[in-house]
């Protein structure tokens, strides 16, 4: 009796866990249909982008065509904690703008994605929400312009349209309230991917914050100022983060939303605005000011993938991946255990008879600052190889000083 009275709280246990699990995970409607962008494209990267973070379960709305009876569109947005707006067409109904209006003065959460920040530009209630928008004959009427010139933050009441941007290119993100929690622990700059860089948005800008701008190069069309690119704005209860980031056209590739920096920022704000907390990690592979980084298939470097690529690796190649390595390391400074999984995935690498010698000399390179007893036979095995014999030999020297991690 005993035995099966404490089988009985083991399950309820298990069934509390998994419903507990079950809870954590965040319901996000990616509404589109309509766009002058490649909106087929855009929601299916979109629903992979959150789907990934293991947080979001998200479906898709559509609506009817250009020009088609949009009558009968009416998302039950109560049934998400996020909506993401990958939309810039026709008019909803009133009763589904009514709806929206409600669900985001009750708490819900919105995701704005660049060119949803062109639509309804005479819908009063969703410039305010989203905060700064462009094009569709948006003007002075509609608010001022807000961007940073020399590090002052500028509210423009200028004449003037709104909504430019110059030929795609790579841009630096620079960060402006690095503490919020969608930008907390993220490099204070980093490069962006080919993209669009959206200038000269105006709006009601209210209750709004800028979290990260770029300069809009004037060599690139550009205005010569500091442009907000990323955003988070209030509206009731509701949390709506503003991202003008991320264009996807016609093109096979989508250099913007590959990178890792739009892909990061988009998975942290939707979170934000789903909860108004921030749970995720700092990517290994975020970019920095050196150069952006991309993910072709939308997955997060896994340390398998860098010790592949090392172990393939020639000097005329990127270290990217032997960079990320270096993070790795850091990342378990002090954890003995971690540590030393670490150095014996390391060692198959020295091991590896199809792994090249630039490969195996990075390798050596780390080992001979955070290596243990485990990878000297490993090491003196590679003395025997005229072209690794140096490298070697090296690792083995500093191994025997003091070493700390």
């Known amino acids: 009796m005993k035995t099966k009275y404490s089988l009985l709280l083991i399950l309820a246990g298990f069934l509390f866990l998994q419903s507990c699990q079950e809870k954590t995970a965040y319901r996000a409607l990616i509404v589109t249909g309509q766009s002058n962008h490649n909106w087929k494209a855009s929601a299916t990267i979109l629903k992979t982008i959150l789907d990934q973070t293991k947080l979001f379960t998200t479906d898709i709305a559509q609506t009817p065509k250009e020009g088609g009876d949009l009558s009968s569109f009416h998302p039950d947005f109560s049934k998400y904690n996020v909506i993401v707006l990958d939309y810039n067409g026709d008019s909803w109904p009133e009763q589904t703008k009514t709806a929206f209006i409600e669900y985001v003065k009750n708490g819900g959460g919105v995701v704005s994605y660049h060119e949803a920040d062109n639509s309804f530009p005479d819908w009063k209630e969703y410039n305010e929400m989203i905060g700064l928008g462009g ?124 990178c890792v920096g739009f892909i990061v920022t988009f998975q942290r704000g939707a979170e934000w605005a789903a909860c108004g907390n921030v749970t995720q990690e700092i990517p290994i592979d975020f970019p920095n000011v050196a150069c952006s980084v991309s993910r072709p298939d ?47 995935q390391m060692v198959s690498i020295l091991k590896e008879t199809g792994a090249t010698v630039d490969g195996k000399k990075l390798i050596l390179r780390e080992l001979a600052w955070m290596g243990s007893d485990y990878c000297i036979p490993a090491v003196q095995e590679l003395l025997k190889d005229a072209d690794l014999k140096d490298a070697a030999t090296f690792t083995l020297e500093r191994m025997k000083g003091p070493r700390k991690i």
Request: proline share 4%.
């Open 135 to 258: 094009w569709n004959h948006r003007s002075e009427k509609d608010g001022p312009y807000v961007y940073y010139s020399k590090n002052v933050l500028v509210v423009d009441t200028a004449k003037g349209s709104a909504g430019s941007h110059g030929p795609q290119h790579e841009y630096l993100v620079r960060a402006r309230k690095a503490d919020h929690p969608i930008l907390k622990g993220l490099p204070v700059a980093w490069i962006h991917g080919k993209d669009e860089l959206y200038s000269t948005l105006r709006g009601p800008a209210k209750n709004m914050e800028i979290l990260a701008t770029a300069y809009a190069d004037t060599s690139k069309r550009g205005t010569g100022r500091d442009e907000p690119m990323l955003m988070t704005l209030t509206y009731g209860k509701g949390r709506i983060f503003h991202t003008a980031m991320g264009h996807v056209g016609k093109e096979d590739t989508h250099a913007a939303t590959e």
């Open 298 to 344: 939308y997955k997060e470097v896994t340390l398998s993938d860098d010790l592949d690529k090392i172990a393939k690796y020639t000097i005329d190649k990127s270290t990217r991946n032997y960079t990320d390595l270096q993070a790795r390391i850091r990342k378990v400074s002090g954890n003995p255990a971690a540590l030393l999984d670490l150095e014996k």
